[in-house]
C-alpha cells in the first residue's frame, strides 16, 4: 500500500510562487511514476504534470508549461511541484498520484492518491 500526503498549499497572490511536496511511504520510490493533478469546484481533475520512475521523462499540461516545474528525490521519497506566476485559474485542490507504470497520463493511470492540498490564488 502506498500512501501520499502533500504539503506547501496556501493563500497566495497573483504572481506569486509555491512549491508542494508530497512524500510517499513506499519501500522503493523509484519503482512509482508521480504526477499532480488538480481540481477547481464544479469542474473534473485534470492532470497537472507528470514524471516518470527516475526522472527522464515530464509531461505537463498545457496551461502550466513554462510556470511549474514537476522533479523528484528518490532518497527523500518525495516529488515536487515548482509553481510560478500564479493565476486565478490555478485556484484548486491539488492532489498527488503514483502509479507503477512508466508515466501516468490520465486519472485512470494513477492508483495511489492522495489527500490533496487547497491552492488559491487572489486577483
Known amino acids: 500500500q502506498v500512501q501520499l500526503v502533500e504539503s506547501g498549499g496556501g493563500l497566495v497572490q497573483a504572481g506569486a510562487s509555491l512549491r508542494l511536496s508530497c512524500v510517499a511511504s513506499?519501500?522503493?520510490?523509484?519503482?512509482?511514476?508521480m504526477a499532480w493533478f488538480r481540481q477547481a469546484p464544479g469542474k473534473e481533475r485534470e492532470l497537472v504534470a507528470a514524471i516518470s520512475w527516475i526522472g527522464g521523462s515530464t509531461y505537463y499540461t498545457d496551461s502550466v508549461k513554462g510556470r511549474f516545474t514537476i522533479s523528484r528525490d528518490n532518497a527523500k521519497n518525495t516529488v515536487y511541484l515548482q509553481m510560478k506566476s500564479l493565476n486565478v485559474e490555478d485556484t484548486a485542490v491539488y492532489y498527488c498520484?503514483?502509479?507503477?507504470?512508466?508515466?501516468?497520463?490520465?486519472?485512470?493511470?494513477?492508483?495511489?492518491w492522495g489527500q490533496g492540498t487547497q491552492v488559491t490564488v487572489s486577483s
Open positions: 498520484a503514483a502509479d507503477r507504470r512508466a508515466l501516468i497520463r490520465g486519472r485512470m493511470d494513477s492508483s495511489y
Open positions: 513506499v519501500r522503493t520510490f523509484s519503482d512509482y511514476s
